[in-house]
DNA sequence: CGGCCAATTAAGTATGACGTTTGAGTCACA
DNA sequence: TGTGACTCAAACGTCATACTTAATTGGCCG
């Protein structure tokens, strides 16, 4: 969905980086680069650029006389977005769609309580478009153009939040959306509760009410942690 | 507070990082290679090693004959720990602080909703140990101790929740933190009302009641927020 | 048995050579 | 004058190799 192996570090990268997000090589593994050097056929360079990259993530850490070992699992980068996209490709898939997701509940009504305040015109009629697209696309099998919609609903909110914190994690949603999508049931239409909700949010966010945004968002992210049968309290 | 140049990439790295985060090469300025090289007086390898993790964290990207670019800040991982790091130690702090602070209000609460559902007795204790501890210090210029109890109270807590993207969120809680006691006001004492919610939530935790402890966590970090004259509706 | 020293191992650094991509300039032709 | 293809060179990408540094291991000596 993003970038891809241009370069050969980046290569090792995509091949060591699912290794060990997966559990191929256990926290506590040590990798030797001669070895990675053979088993890539690549130079001392492409192995070892490869490797800081990994350290940057917090995945793994070198040392001399020891070799490159990974890391404990709590250690991790686990916002980078690609060891997150490594991580759902994983095993550890819905495990991770659930953590993601709880994120979600805590991140998006705030956004769209704030995005009610600060969102310009033309982000308005962004939403206002996308949502009207979702009820659109939201009968008839057409599951990937609303998928479509649905993403870039939940980014101009995020985006509009006027958070920077908040906008980098677009991407982050997109992929729980489109992981529900392909790997969930969703072999029916979408909920229609869940479509007229973003619709009410698109209203509550044009009229400026923060409160009603922020509530209604908390009832999609609510929706979306009981698809998962995360806590219902 | 966490690692240190160890090895000259990192060296070249904890000059680039903050030259380019705080804008001393704004987006779309061109670095080559070679010249770093001179400039930093280190081998070809180091450059470039240094230039594979500005590019892991979405800072730069580097294409054949044009030379390596600073991206538009907007594409920055900003959840990377080193571009908080850096940023934090820059010129807009201030606005950092508030991004995150922000995020905090987001998160907490749901996370001591949490962990008032999952957190284990020794969890429980250490809130209800740290929570005193702030007590004890909040009076007389111990803003050091109580430094060092709040942050650990917020980690547990994070950590309590059971999610580990909360949990990734100590060092971020830990640097807001530390950095208001630094940088803020705060040159009196903490705000007794604010120590008080803290015992509040220890007990709230203790007591498994997750709606109260997520609203006292609300009071708390809109505290926070109130205290950087961020939007108070 | 314990502490100290040396040998060994694997990562870190430096350097020279070559390959590859691609922007930019040039030149010819319409 | 404009447009097209063609050439060139700049900058990164990769490789191979030699050397340096640090840390672990294990043996030696007290």
């Given amino acids: 969905m993003e970038n891809q192996g241009q370069g050969l570090h980046a290569r090792v990268l995509e091949s060591l980086g699912p290794a060990i997000t997966s559990g191929t090589y256990p926290p506590g593994s040590v990798l030797r680069t001669d070895e990675l050097e053979e088993r890539f056929d690549v130079s001392r360079t492409v192995i070892r650029e490869a490797i800081r990259v990994l350290e940057s993530m917090h995945l793994v850490v070198s040392r001399r006389r020891v070799g490159v070992t990974v890391r404990p699992t709590e250690e991790w980068n686990v916002y980078d977005p690609q060891v997150i996209r490594w991580r759902l490709a994983g095993a550890d898939r819905p495990r991770q769609l659930r953590s993601l997701t709880v994120l979600r509940s805590a991140v998006e009504p705030v956004a769209a309580g704030l995005a009610a305040r600060l969102a310009t015109p033309e982000q308005c009629e ?24 649905d993403v870039a609903f939940h980014r101009v909110i995020l985006r509009a939040s006027g958070n920077e914190m908040f906008a980098r994690l677009g991407d982050v949603v997109a992929e729980v959306l489109t992981g529900r999508t392909e790997h969930q049931v969703m072999f029916t239409d979408p909920d229609p509760a869940a479509v007229t909700l973003h619709v009410r949010v698109a209203e509550a966010v044009r009229e400026r009410d923060a409160a009603r945004a922020e509530a209604l968002t908390r009832e999609i992210t609510a929706g979306a942690m009981a698809e998962l049968d995360i806590l219902a309290p």
Same sequence: chains 1, 2.
């Avoid at 962004?126 to 153009?145: D, F, K, P």
């Fill in 126 to 149: 962004e939403l206002t478009r996308h949502a009207l697209g979702m009820v659109s696309t939201s009968r008839g099998q057409q599951l990937g153009a609303y998928l479509v919609h």
